[in-house]
Structures are given as structure tokens and as C-alpha cells.
């Protein structure tokens, strides 16, 4: 049975850091792709980051490119999602998430398992 659960969120100012975790179980660590989604309130769930098998590609959106960096530890089976100089429009509940058919990449559709989320705040 895979699990997800995310950690890691809170308040922030305005240009400050957060990483988030996500520690996973039940999974094929090395067969299965990860990302991180968000979900602003009265907005659609959008992709933010993922990573594909094996630690190899990566894909961001462009809203978040150059300020946020997904990783993983394969040792830990955890996946971290490092975000620097926030906004105020990233505030959101984000979620971690693995596939392991689909295609890699930022199309929620591809995602099999998902997490219950970690509220990220940023104020102004």
C-alpha cells in the first residue's frame, strides 16, 4: 500500500525559504515518478515540480523556475521540494504524489497516489 505524507509547511514572509518533505512507503522508488502539486484556494490543483525514475529529469513550472528545486533521497524513500525566495502567490496547500504508468511530468492526470497535503503560507 503506498503511503504519502508531507511535512514541512508554514508561515513565511515574503521572500523567505520553506523545504517540504514527503515521506513515501509501499513503492518502487526507482520505477516511480514524484511531484509536487499546489492548490490555491478556488483555483485549480496545479503541478509546481516532479521528478522522474531514478532521480533523472526534472520539470518545473515556470512560475516557480530558478526559486524552487525538487529532490529526493532514495535512502530515506523521502522527496523534498526546496522553495526560496517565495511569494505571496505561492500560498497554497501543496501536495506530494507518485506514478508509476503514466508520463512523467506536471499533468496531475499521470499520478496514481497522492498525499493529504502541507499548508504553505507566504504574507506580504
Known amino acids: 500500500q503506498v503511503q504519502l505524507v508531507e511535512s514541512g509547511g508554514g508561515s513565511v514572509q515574503a521572500g523567505g525559504s520553506l523545504r517540504l518533505s514527503c515521506a513515501a512507503s509501499?513503492?518502487?522508488?526507482?520505477?516511480?515518478?514524484m511531484g509536487w502539486f499546489r492548490q490555491a484556494p478556488g483555483k485549480e490543483r496545479e503541478g509546481v515540480a516532479a521528478i522522474c525514475m531514478g532521480g533523472g529529469s526534472t520539470y518545473y513550472a515556470d512560475s516557480v523556475k530558478g526559486r524552487f528545486t525538487i529532490s529526493q533521497d532514495n535512502t530515506k524513500n523521502t522527496l523534498y521540494l526546496q522553495m526560496s525566495s517565495l511569494k505571496p502567490e505561492d500560498t497554497a496547500i501543496y501536495y506530494c504524489?507518485?506514478?508509476?504508468?503514466?508520463?512523467?511530468?506536471?499533468?496531475?492526470?499521470?499520478?496514481?497516489?497522492w498525499g493529504q497535503g502541507t499548508q504553505v503560507t507566504v504574507s506580504s
Open positions: 509501499g513503492l518502487t522508488y526507482n520505477r516511480n515518478f
Open positions: 504524489a507518485t506514478g508509476n504508468f503514466g508520463v512523467c511530468g506536471l499533468q496531475r492526470w499521470e499520478y496514481n497516489y
